[in-house]
Nanobody, 120 residues
């Protein structure tokens, strides 16, 4: 069973930086993509950043230019570097990995989440 474990969340002042880490229980190259999502109270979970095996990346408009997703395949780890943090970045952040099976069905795997709180 795939396990994803996040770390690196915490409390930071607005304008500060944090780096989130996600460790996968198997090679991240076995996934079509890995990503970070976030969810704040009363809101739907939203995609923050995604990186595919082609190394192509995708970001939410709200974090472009401030957040960077990267990965270390040898360590089975995915990172989210968050700079210039804003109060509205406060949320629970979740690591996600997904892949299609032989039937074309998509399977998503999730970590337990790590809390990021930005004080204004």
């Amino acid at each position: 069973q795939v396990q994803l474990v996040e770390s690196g969340g915490g409390l930071v002042q607005a304008g500060g930086s944090l780096r989130l880490s996600c460790t996968a229980s198997e090679s991240i190259f076995r996934f079509d993509a890995t990503a970070w999502y976030r969810q704040s109270p009363g809101k739907q979970r939203e995609l923050v950043a995604q990186i595919r095996n082609s190394e192509s990346t995708r970001y939410a408009d709200s974090v472009k230019g401030r957040f960077t997703i990267s990965r270390d395949i040898a360590k089975n780890m995915v990172y989210l570097q968050m700079n210039s943090l804003k109060f509205e970045d406060t949320a629970d952040y979740y690591c996600n990995a997904w892949r299609f099976d032989a039937s074309g069905d998509r399977h998503d795997y999730w970590g337990q989440g790590t809390q990021v709180t930005v004080s204004s």
